[in-house]
């Protein structure tokens, strides 16, 4: 398996073989997403997880939270694992794999615990385990190698995304709905820093870069990607971003955590009635907010503060079947005093056509120079 098409197929080839019959088709993505995620991280401590077993043995009754010796013993790494299991010392006890999978996940550090109740984790095992499919499927998982050496950042995005559009499908749902094409989130960050490249150059830059609606959270790993590599390397660039759905927030997450990041600055929960980042304002924006989502459920709230003249819907509500609109409204609150750039994914304009409708990338920039192409965009979003 040389490219992430060679594991998306084997992973998708696990996920068909093992659950069909048990599990219904639309059902597979929960199943399957959090081994996914399981087996990367274990990939990732797999070096260091005896030493992070031995420290912890070590200090676990003279030290209340021995948590920061802990991330020593796991070299810098900011999550371990307690347990003496992960998937591969799981396979070895066909017998007690229930147990001893519940050990391994309480041995994880608390980030990670947080990150997997996401996935509801534990009615999976139940039914994997009355139907004595747990131990095939942990033993499949441990026959691929998922490690960041092995497998880049990138491509483990190419990989979840991959597998989202085929449990998509069989959900009868928009794979659009959880991630946007990399060839697309790429032009968005080509056009979002082409003009602002000499304000990067130098040492000791500090940015931040935020999307309300992350999904996988590909948007915010490619744009850091993009000024690291084709930039200025030394600048360093802080990550945001919120998400509702709970299996791409916990994706989002983990491979957050992977790169060395600051893994609660992924937050979860809606950010129109939940906004995880109140008063926080950024240096760059962008988002592909969900197309015709509904807001009816959080329809007082968005009510009442868009009769609120500093409220961020003041401008004016869009009907209650799409939210796009209040996405920008949203964005353009977090916009430094000094000025941002926002580049956010519209209905309407034919850059690609597919299953999500046509979109449309349009760029804001400092509401000093922007103003009226700012509310322009909302004019001719309302109309």
Same mark, same amino acid.
């Given at each position: ?96 794999? #229930? %147990? *001893?999978?519940?050990? /391994?996940?309480?041995?994880? +550090? @608390? ?5 997997? =109740?996401?996935?509801? $984790? ?120 919120? #998400? %509702? *759905?709970?299996?791409? /927030?916990?994706?989002?997450? +983990? @491979? ?5 990041? =600051?893994?609660?600055? $992924? ?117």
């Amino acid at each position: 398996m040389n490219n992430f098409q060679d594991k998306s197929n084997f992973i998708w080839q696990v996920a068909d073989d093992i659950l069909r019959g048990t599990f219904k088709q639309h059902e597979y993505g929960d199943v399957i997403l959090p081994f996914v995620v399981l087996r990367r991280l274990d990939c990732v401590l797999e070096e260091h997880k005896d030493a992070v077993i031995a420290t912890y043995n070590k200090f676990k009754d003279i030290l209340p939270d021995p948590a920061q010796v802990l991330l020593h013993a796991a070299n810098g790494l900011n999550f371990y694992n307690t347990s003496y299991y992960d998937l591969r010392r799981l396979a070895q006890d066909a017998g007690n794999v #229930e %147990l *001893n999978f519940n050990n /391994y996940i309480n041995g994880f +550090s @608390d980030n990670v615990r947080e990150m997997i =109740e996401n996935f509801q $984790i534990d009615k999976i095992v139940a039914k994997l385990v009355k139907n004595d499919l747990m131990f095939m499927l942990v033993s499949k998982f441990t026959e691929i190698d998922l490690h960041p050496d092995v497998v880049a950042n990138h491509e483990m995005g190419y990989i979840f995304e991959e597998l989202l559009r085929l449990f998509s499908e069989m959900s009868n749902e928009t794979a659009g709905e959880h991630y946007t094409p990399r060839e697309v989130i790429r032009l968005m960050v080509n056009l979002l820093f082409a003009e602002h490249q000499a304000e990067l150059q130098g040492k000791g830059i500090i940015r931040t870069v935020f999307d309300p609606a992350c999904g996988t959270g590909g948007m915010l790993t490619i744009a850091k990607e993009h000024i690291q590599q084709k930039i200025n390397p030394d600048v360093e660039i802080v990550m945001y971003g919120q #998400e %509702l *759905n709970e299996q791409t /927030y916990a994706i989002a997450k +983990s @491979d957050v955590l992977i790169m060395g990041e =600051e893994a609660d600055n $992924i937050r979860s929960g809606t950010s129109f009635s939940g906004d995880r980042f109140k008063g926080n304002k950024f240096n760059y924006m962008l988002s592909n907010p969900p197309f015709g989502v509904s807001w009816k459920k959080e329809q007082e709230f968005i009510k009442d503060e868009a009769n609120d003249p500093y409220g961020r819907f003041h401008a004016g509500l869009p009907c209650v079947s799409d939210g796009a609109l209040m996405f920008l409204q949203h964005m353009i609150s977090k916009m430094e005093p000094r000025g941002s750039r926002i580049a956010i994914i519209f209905n309407g304009s034919p850059l690609f056509t597919g299953d999500a409708g046509s979109v449309m990338i349009k760029l804001c920039l400092s509401p000093t120079k922007s103003t009226s192409f700012i509310f322009y965009t909302l004019y001719k979003s309302i109309i």
